[in-house]
């Protein structure tokens, strides 16, 4: 094996410390990813090695607090990838319509956006009255936020948008009440959702569920760490329930490609045979 | 010395530069190439199958943890950033806008440059912003060769302009120069 440059070598044992202290496990996300994010972090916080970080790291909570913050991806928008949401409501709204009561996982739901996407969706085609959304994600501070359905009022825009190409049937502005700064989420949307901390690394089977979205997540994983976590979510799912991945992510190298049937290749929406 | 790969940075103009550039390397070409182009977050990639057509080397959109491998000239995903792996895979990241920009080059040109070293070569070709220019010093500190095409023969100067006023360019050619040299590069390999 060739040698490692130092600042890998420090890398992997700023990751060791992160899991040890504080249980996070970044071991398995992809390097190229990680080290953006932590050499950010190096440039922003002054310093010049990663084995410097490692010090205010074990000993200095709130620099662990925001660099535990970097490591965690929180770009999210309302209906994002309107496309996707077109797809949910055509494709998969039929086989959701067949059950009783519907259980849906949103591994990795970040601030909400697209989970009060789904439940406006869902309110929509009369379905969330009979629908339990479990919303989970490992940052805490993420889903606090995610809690409160309080979003900036210069984002209207974007997600009305967003709403209108995805196939809304309603006015975006129906389910938010505004002042001149934040716009909040309606209280009744908010009824059947339940917010959860959960990390895909280290816990395990969270539900059994009728559908599972887990959109922009797995690609900052390695091979063998996606393919744990999609052996997770085929033990979650009941036979013919649903997968919803991200635009770009697909079940190319995973182990368990064969045990899917696509029912839309371009938006990465796969169902469990039977 | 062989190249292991060729980074390309562009935003405006940058559909018709590349098709200048492209369409001339041959089908043997020995260099896999990757490129940025800023577009809008919902483009379809339609513009992807059309490059392919007017190319002899594959056109394709990167896909996720894939092998860059030569013959294939790879396209960053509309709205993700774009970068290279240590075992020269792809990864996608949907983290925020660099330079206003997702994909970003400077976020490609810096993963590629750790990678690659100095069998790399990074070009920046017009473009209204500054994005490309710290991913370019970047390549040229690790070794690599960097060019950019001449400010004054692009569509938009300010992205070579930035790139040329932030370190020291190997090259500096309008794009039938570049293209010139993207070919005599390639057959040294």
Redesign the interface.
Known sequence: MAAKDSTEIEIDLLLEAIYQKYGYDFRQY????I???IMNRMVLAGYNTVSEMQFQLLHNKSFANELLNDLS?T?TEMFRDPGFYRSVREKIVPILKTYPFIKIWHAGCSTGEEVYSMAILLTEEGLMERTTIYATDFNQRALDEAKQGIFSNNLIKEYTSNYQVSGGRSSFSDYYTADENMAIIGQNLKKNIVWANHNLVTDSVFAEVHMILCR?VL??FK?ELQNKVHQMFYESLINGGVLCL?S???M??SELKDVYQELDRKQKIFKKKY | MGYGAIVIGVSSGGLKALGEILPSLPQNYPIPIVIVQHLSPRSDGYWIESMDKICKLFVKEA???EKIERGNIYMA?AN?HL????DRTF??????KVNFARPSID?LF??AA?VYGKELIGLILTGSNSDGALGLKKIKEEGGLTIVQDPETAESSSMPAHAISTSSVDHILPLEGIQKLLIRLGERD
């Open positions: 992809s390097d190229a990813h080290k953006r994010r991806i770009v922009n690609i900052y091979r991200g770009k992510e697909g190319y190298f | 896909d996720e943890k995903p993700y970068l290279v792996e240590q990864s996608l990241s949907t983290d925020a976020v810096e993963s750790e």
